[in-house]
Protein backbone atom coordinates (compact mmCIF):
# COMPACT_ATOMS: atom_id res chain seq x y z
CA UNK A 1 0.00 0.00 0.00
CA UNK A 2 0.99 3.51 -0.46
CA UNK A 3 3.43 4.83 2.28
CA UNK A 4 4.25 8.05 0.65
CA UNK A 5 3.14 11.38 0.20
CA UNK A 6 0.46 10.98 -2.35
CA UNK A 7 -1.83 14.01 -0.64
CA UNK A 8 -1.42 12.62 2.72
CA UNK A 9 -0.91 14.53 5.92
CA UNK A 10 2.16 13.51 7.75
CA UNK A 11 2.06 10.16 9.87
CA UNK A 12 4.20 8.75 13.07
CA UNK A 13 7.71 9.00 10.76
CA UNK A 14 8.39 5.41 12.10
CA UNK A 15 5.43 3.51 11.83
CA UNK A 16 5.26 3.48 7.72
CA UNK A 17 8.08 1.53 6.94
CA UNK A 18 8.13 -0.82 10.25
CA UNK A 19 6.11 -4.02 9.24
CA UNK A 20 8.29 -5.28 6.26
CA UNK A 21 11.38 -4.32 7.25
CA UNK A 22 11.36 -6.25 10.61
CA UNK A 23 11.70 -8.93 8.48
CA UNK A 24 13.35 -8.29 5.21
CA UNK A 25 16.26 -9.47 3.74
CA UNK A 26 18.26 -8.17 0.94
CA UNK A 27 17.24 -9.56 -2.29
CA UNK A 28 19.29 -12.20 -4.04
CA UNK A 29 20.87 -10.58 -7.74
CA UNK A 30 23.81 -10.41 -9.69
CA UNK A 31 26.13 -6.88 -8.47
CA UNK A 32 24.96 -5.03 -11.66
CA UNK A 33 27.81 -3.07 -13.60
CA UNK A 34 27.93 -0.63 -16.56
CA UNK A 35 26.44 2.87 -17.11
CA UNK A 36 22.86 2.08 -16.60
CA UNK A 37 23.60 -0.92 -14.49
CA UNK A 38 23.00 -3.87 -16.94
CA UNK A 39 23.49 -7.73 -15.74
CA UNK A 40 27.11 -9.21 -16.66
CA UNK A 41 24.80 -12.10 -17.44
CA UNK A 42 21.30 -11.71 -18.73
CA UNK A 43 19.07 -13.49 -17.15
CA UNK A 44 15.96 -15.00 -18.74
CA UNK A 45 12.50 -14.00 -18.29
CA UNK A 46 9.89 -15.92 -17.06
CA UNK A 47 7.21 -16.84 -19.12
CA UNK A 48 3.90 -17.38 -17.62
CA UNK A 49 0.74 -19.00 -19.11
CA UNK A 50 -1.18 -16.23 -20.51
CA UNK A 51 -3.75 -14.86 -19.00
CA UNK A 52 -6.19 -11.41 -20.03
CA UNK A 53 -8.03 -9.60 -17.91
CA UNK A 54 -11.59 -9.18 -19.11
CA UNK A 55 -13.99 -5.91 -18.86
CA UNK A 56 -16.77 -7.99 -16.90
CA UNK A 57 -13.94 -8.95 -14.09
CA UNK A 58 -13.02 -4.98 -13.84
CA UNK A 59 -16.58 -4.03 -13.51
CA UNK A 60 -16.75 -5.86 -9.97
CA UNK A 61 -13.71 -4.85 -9.37
CA UNK A 62 -14.65 -1.17 -9.37
CA UNK A 63 -14.23 1.34 -6.20
CA UNK A 64 -14.22 4.78 -4.89
CA UNK A 65 -17.40 6.62 -6.57
CA UNK A 66 -16.31 10.23 -7.43
CA UNK A 67 -16.14 12.96 -9.86
CA UNK A 68 -14.64 12.64 -13.26
CA UNK A 69 -12.50 14.60 -14.28
CA UNK A 70 -14.41 16.74 -16.69
CA UNK A 71 -16.47 17.92 -13.30
CA UNK A 72 -20.01 16.59 -14.99
CA UNK A 73 -20.49 13.44 -13.32
CA UNK A 74 -19.74 10.64 -11.45
CA UNK A 75 -17.99 7.36 -11.81
CA UNK A 76 -16.04 5.17 -10.06
CA UNK A 77 -12.12 5.98 -10.25
CA UNK A 78 -10.04 2.64 -8.89
CA UNK A 79 -9.48 -0.86 -10.29
CA UNK A 80 -8.34 -3.34 -7.92
CA UNK A 81 -7.09 -6.41 -10.13
CA UNK A 82 -4.76 -8.27 -7.77
CA UNK A 83 -3.79 -12.01 -7.25
CA UNK A 84 -5.14 -12.74 -11.04
CA UNK A 85 -2.34 -14.31 -12.60
CA UNK A 86 -2.81 -11.59 -15.12
CA UNK A 87 -0.17 -11.05 -18.34
CA UNK A 88 -2.61 -8.80 -20.54
CA UNK A 89 -4.91 -5.58 -18.87
CA UNK A 90 -5.63 -4.45 -21.87
CA UNK A 91 -9.40 -4.71 -20.79
CA UNK A 92 -8.47 -1.82 -18.57
CA UNK A 93 -8.45 0.65 -21.45
CA UNK A 94 -12.26 0.81 -21.64
CA UNK A 95 -12.50 2.60 -18.15
CA UNK A 96 -11.08 6.05 -19.25
CA UNK A 97 -11.89 7.48 -15.87
CA UNK A 98 -9.57 5.40 -13.93
CA UNK A 99 -7.23 7.34 -11.52
CA UNK A 100 -6.10 4.61 -9.92
CA UNK A 101 -5.08 1.47 -10.22
CA UNK A 102 -3.86 -1.59 -8.42
CA UNK A 103 -2.38 -4.73 -10.54
CA UNK A 104 -0.16 -5.95 -8.00
CA UNK A 105 0.95 -9.86 -7.55
CA UNK A 106 0.18 -10.68 -11.26
CA UNK A 107 2.82 -11.77 -13.89
CA UNK A 108 3.02 -8.15 -15.97
CA UNK A 109 5.87 -7.71 -17.87
CA UNK A 110 6.63 -3.89 -18.82
CA UNK A 111 5.24 -4.33 -22.55
CA UNK A 112 1.86 -5.37 -20.56
CA UNK A 113 1.85 -2.57 -17.87
CA UNK A 114 2.00 -0.03 -20.70
CA UNK A 115 -1.71 -0.49 -21.30
CA UNK A 116 -2.29 1.56 -18.01
CA UNK A 117 -0.55 4.76 -19.88
CA UNK A 118 -3.27 5.21 -22.18
CA UNK A 119 -5.68 5.81 -19.22
CA UNK A 120 -6.01 9.56 -19.77
CA UNK A 121 -6.56 10.67 -16.14
CA UNK A 122 -4.22 8.02 -14.28
CA UNK A 123 -2.27 9.02 -11.47
CA UNK A 124 -2.14 6.10 -9.70
CA UNK A 125 -0.15 2.63 -10.35
CA UNK A 126 0.36 -0.22 -7.70
CA UNK A 127 2.21 -2.93 -9.50
CA UNK A 128 3.81 -4.53 -6.61
CA UNK A 129 5.20 -8.19 -7.26
CA UNK A 130 5.11 -8.29 -10.96
CA UNK A 131 7.34 -9.38 -14.10
CA UNK A 132 8.93 -5.98 -14.19
CA UNK A 133 12.64 -5.39 -15.53
CA UNK A 134 11.60 -1.73 -15.98
CA UNK A 135 9.90 0.96 -14.35
CA UNK A 136 9.91 3.18 -17.94
CA UNK A 137 6.28 3.82 -18.52
CA UNK A 138 5.15 5.52 -21.52
CA UNK A 139 5.09 9.39 -20.30
CA UNK A 140 1.61 10.70 -18.89
CA UNK A 141 -0.18 14.04 -18.16
CA UNK A 142 -0.81 13.08 -14.32
CA UNK A 143 1.09 10.43 -12.84
CA UNK A 144 2.08 11.24 -9.63
CA UNK A 145 2.43 7.88 -7.86
CA UNK A 146 4.15 4.52 -9.23
CA UNK A 147 4.65 1.87 -6.92
CA UNK A 148 6.87 -1.36 -8.37
CA UNK A 149 8.21 -3.08 -5.30
CA UNK A 150 9.40 -6.95 -5.22
CA UNK A 151 9.94 -7.25 -8.85
CA UNK A 152 13.47 -7.78 -11.38
CA UNK A 153 13.87 -3.99 -11.84
CA UNK A 154 17.91 -3.14 -12.07
CA UNK A 155 17.83 -0.01 -13.56
CA UNK A 156 15.62 3.22 -13.10
CA UNK A 157 17.13 5.91 -15.51
CA UNK A 158 14.90 5.91 -17.71
CA UNK A 159 11.50 6.79 -15.40
CA UNK A 160 10.14 10.12 -16.28
CA UNK A 161 7.22 11.48 -15.48
CA UNK A 162 6.52 15.47 -15.21
CA UNK A 163 4.14 14.85 -12.33
CA UNK A 164 5.58 12.14 -10.40
CA UNK A 165 5.50 12.82 -6.76
CA UNK A 166 6.52 9.30 -5.46
CA UNK A 167 8.62 6.50 -6.70
CA UNK A 168 8.99 3.20 -4.54
CA UNK A 169 10.99 0.38 -6.24
CA UNK A 170 11.92 -1.48 -2.91
CA UNK A 171 13.00 -4.78 -3.11
CA UNK A 172 14.79 -4.76 -6.45
CA UNK A 173 17.84 -5.04 -8.09
CA UNK A 174 19.12 -1.05 -8.40
CA UNK A 175 22.26 -0.20 -7.74
CA UNK A 176 22.53 2.99 -8.63
CA UNK A 177 19.85 6.25 -8.14
CA UNK A 178 19.97 8.15 -11.49
CA UNK A 179 17.19 9.51 -13.61
CA UNK A 180 18.52 10.94 -17.22
CA UNK A 181 15.66 13.58 -17.16
CA UNK A 182 14.99 15.71 -13.94
CA UNK A 183 12.06 15.45 -12.25
CA UNK A 184 11.43 18.10 -9.74
CA UNK A 185 8.40 17.37 -8.66
CA UNK A 186 9.52 14.25 -6.51
CA UNK A 187 9.33 14.29 -3.19
CA UNK A 188 9.45 10.61 -1.85
CA UNK A 189 11.71 8.08 -3.07
CA UNK A 190 12.07 4.84 -1.58
CA UNK A 191 14.83 2.05 -2.59
CA UNK A 192 14.53 -0.34 0.31
CA UNK A 193 16.17 -3.33 0.40
CA UNK A 194 18.27 -3.03 -3.46
CA UNK A 195 21.93 -2.62 -4.29
CA UNK A 196 22.55 0.86 -3.71
CA UNK A 197 26.17 1.91 -2.21
CA UNK A 198 26.95 5.30 -3.12
CA UNK A 199 24.15 8.40 -3.01
CA UNK A 200 26.74 11.20 -3.61
CA UNK A 201 25.13 11.80 -6.90
CA UNK A 202 21.95 12.51 -5.47
CA UNK A 203 19.98 15.85 -6.24
CA UNK A 204 16.75 16.53 -6.02
CA UNK A 205 16.17 19.77 -4.20
CA UNK A 206 12.52 19.52 -3.58
CA UNK A 207 12.87 15.84 -1.86
CA UNK A 208 10.76 15.62 1.29
CA UNK A 209 11.23 11.67 2.40
CA UNK A 210 14.05 9.31 1.15
CA UNK A 211 13.90 5.76 2.12
CA UNK A 212 16.99 3.58 1.94
CA UNK A 213 17.18 0.87 4.49
CA UNK A 214 18.78 -2.92 3.31
CA UNK A 215 21.21 -1.37 1.17
CA UNK A 216 24.73 -1.19 1.17
CA UNK A 217 25.62 2.82 1.92
CA UNK A 218 28.64 3.34 3.92
CA UNK A 219 28.54 7.00 3.37
CA UNK A 220 26.19 9.55 3.60
CA UNK A 221 28.05 11.94 2.03
CA UNK A 222 25.51 13.81 -0.37
CA UNK A 223 22.36 14.48 1.40
CA UNK A 224 23.99 18.00 2.24
CA UNK A 225 22.24 18.57 -1.39
CA UNK A 226 18.90 17.53 -0.17
CA UNK A 227 17.57 21.11 1.31
CA UNK A 228 13.86 20.11 1.71
CA UNK A 229 14.48 16.80 3.53
CA UNK A 230 12.37 15.93 6.60
CA UNK A 231 12.70 12.30 6.50
CA UNK A 232 15.96 10.14 6.03
CA UNK A 233 15.35 5.90 6.17
CA UNK A 234 19.08 4.57 6.30
CA UNK A 235 18.47 1.46 8.52
CA UNK A 236 20.56 -1.71 7.73
CA UNK A 237 23.30 0.22 6.04
CA UNK A 238 26.88 0.03 6.86
CA UNK A 239 27.23 3.33 7.96
CA UNK A 240 29.59 3.93 10.65
CA UNK A 241 30.35 8.01 9.94
CA UNK A 242 27.88 10.08 9.94
CA UNK A 243 29.74 12.74 7.98
CA UNK A 244 27.52 14.88 5.06
CA UNK A 245 24.99 16.51 7.36
CA UNK A 246 25.04 20.35 6.73
CA UNK A 247 23.36 23.03 8.45
CA UNK A 248 21.57 23.91 5.52
CA UNK A 249 19.48 20.69 6.09
CA UNK A 250 17.18 23.00 8.48
CA UNK A 251 14.40 20.82 7.32
CA UNK A 252 15.47 16.95 8.34
CA UNK A 253 13.28 15.76 11.31
CA UNK A 254 13.72 12.37 11.75
CA UNK A 255 16.93 10.02 10.52
CA UNK A 256 16.71 6.23 11.19
CA UNK A 257 20.55 4.82 11.72
CA UNK A 258 18.91 1.35 13.11
CA UNK A 259 21.30 -1.54 13.08
CA UNK A 260 24.06 0.86 11.46
CA UNK A 261 27.64 0.61 12.21
CA UNK A 262 27.99 4.10 14.31
CA UNK A 263 29.89 3.51 16.99
CA UNK A 264 30.97 6.75 19.00
CA UNK A 265 29.42 9.37 20.53
CA UNK A 266 31.56 12.09 18.48
CA UNK A 267 29.91 10.87 15.51
CA UNK A 268 26.47 11.23 16.90
CA UNK A 269 27.72 14.56 17.73
CA UNK A 270 28.09 15.69 14.12
CA UNK A 271 24.28 15.92 13.96
CA UNK A 272 24.26 18.93 15.82
CA UNK A 273 24.41 20.48 12.37
CA UNK A 274 20.92 19.63 12.14
CA UNK A 275 18.98 22.45 14.32
CA UNK A 276 15.39 20.79 13.27
CA UNK A 277 16.45 16.66 13.94
CA UNK A 278 13.59 15.72 16.81
CA UNK A 279 13.56 12.07 16.34
CA UNK A 280 16.91 9.77 16.15
CA UNK A 281 16.80 5.98 15.92
CA UNK A 282 20.18 4.29 16.84
CA UNK A 283 18.95 1.35 18.11
CA UNK A 284 21.13 -1.47 17.44
CA UNK A 285 24.32 0.22 16.76
CA UNK A 286 27.41 -0.67 18.54
CA UNK A 287 27.39 2.76 20.28
CA UNK A 288 23.54 1.54 21.48
CA UNK A 289 25.26 -1.88 22.77
CA UNK A 290 24.60 -3.60 19.35
CA UNK A 291 26.54 -5.22 16.29
CA UNK A 292 25.12 -3.15 13.59
CA UNK A 293 22.75 -6.66 12.55
CA UNK A 294 19.02 -7.08 12.92
CA UNK A 295 18.33 -9.83 15.73
CA UNK A 296 15.80 -10.85 17.61
CA UNK A 297 17.73 -9.33 21.03
CA UNK A 298 17.76 -6.06 19.31
CA UNK A 299 13.90 -5.92 18.75
CA UNK A 300 13.69 -6.47 22.43
CA UNK A 301 16.32 -4.69 24.28
CA UNK A 302 15.76 -1.96 26.33
CA UNK A 303 17.91 1.91 25.82
CA UNK A 304 20.71 2.23 27.96
CA UNK A 305 19.12 4.77 30.41
CA UNK A 306 22.68 6.56 30.22
CA UNK A 307 23.59 6.33 26.81
CA UNK A 308 20.21 8.27 26.18
CA UNK A 309 21.01 10.94 28.52
CA UNK A 310 24.79 11.46 26.65
CA UNK A 311 23.02 11.26 23.15
CA UNK A 312 20.66 14.07 24.31
CA UNK A 313 23.07 16.37 26.04
CA UNK A 314 24.78 16.28 22.29
CA UNK A 315 21.51 16.74 20.72
CA UNK A 316 19.21 18.61 23.23
CA UNK A 317 16.69 19.29 20.57
CA UNK A 318 15.67 15.45 20.26
CA UNK A 319 12.17 15.14 21.39
CA UNK A 320 12.19 11.09 20.48
CA UNK A 321 15.50 9.08 20.82
CA UNK A 322 14.66 5.03 19.61
CA UNK A 323 10.94 4.08 20.38
CA UNK A 324 11.24 6.26 23.95
CA UNK A 325 9.54 10.25 23.74
CA UNK A 326 12.63 12.48 26.17
CA UNK A 327 11.13 13.05 29.69
CA UNK A 328 11.46 16.00 32.04
CA UNK A 329 13.41 14.05 34.33
CA UNK A 330 16.17 12.84 30.85
CA UNK A 331 15.88 16.84 29.97
CA UNK A 332 17.36 17.60 33.09
CA UNK A 333 20.00 14.87 33.81
CA UNK A 334 20.51 16.04 29.91
CA UNK A 335 20.98 19.88 30.83
CA UNK A 336 23.20 18.64 34.15
CA UNK A 337 25.78 16.67 32.02
CA UNK A 338 25.66 19.87 28.98
CA UNK A 339 26.92 21.88 32.29
CA UNK A 340 29.44 19.36 33.55
CA UNK A 341 30.88 19.30 29.82
CA UNK A 342 30.83 22.43 29.54
CA UNK A 343 33.19 23.68 32.97
CA UNK A 344 35.71 20.40 32.32
CA UNK A 345 35.84 20.85 28.55
CA UNK A 346 34.46 18.63 26.27
CA UNK A 347 36.60 15.99 25.00
CA UNK A 348 36.08 13.80 21.79
CA UNK A 349 39.43 12.01 22.33
CA UNK A 350 37.13 8.70 22.53
CA UNK A 351 37.79 7.60 18.98
CA UNK A 352 39.90 4.79 17.36
CA UNK A 353 43.03 5.27 15.48
CA UNK A 354 40.99 2.74 13.18
CA UNK A 355 38.49 5.33 12.88
CA UNK A 356 40.26 8.25 12.19
CA UNK A 357 42.21 6.12 9.67
CA UNK A 358 38.70 5.49 8.03
CA UNK A 359 37.77 9.36 8.18
CA UNK A 360 41.39 9.67 6.11
CA UNK A 361 40.57 7.57 3.43
CA UNK A 362 37.12 8.86 2.95
CA UNK A 363 38.46 12.32 2.46
CA UNK A 364 40.73 10.91 -0.52
Known sequence: MLKSHFNLKDKDLESSKMVEE???????????LGEHEEASVEEQPIVYPERRLNRSEVS?????????????????????????????????????????????????NLDALQAITELPFLVFIHADKNNLRSAALKKMKYMQVIIMNYNHISSIHDVYQPELSTLEVGYNKISR????????????????????????????????????????ITSLVGVEKLVNLRVLHVRNNPIKLLNGF?????????????????????????????????????????FMGGIGE??????????????????????????????????????????????????EGENDEEELDEEHNEEDSNED
Open 22 to 32: EAAASPSGEML
Open 60 to 108: IRLSLLGKVAEGDGYTYLKATCTGMSLTDISALKSFKHLQFVDVSNNNL
Open 177 to 216: IHFESRMPTLKCLDFRYNLIGDISDLDFPNLDSLYLAGNK
Open 246 to 286: DPALTKLQYINLRNCKVATLKQVKKLRALTGLEILILKGCP
Open 294 to 343: ETAEVATEEDDAELRIEILASLPRLKRINKGVITPEERTEANDMMKVWLE
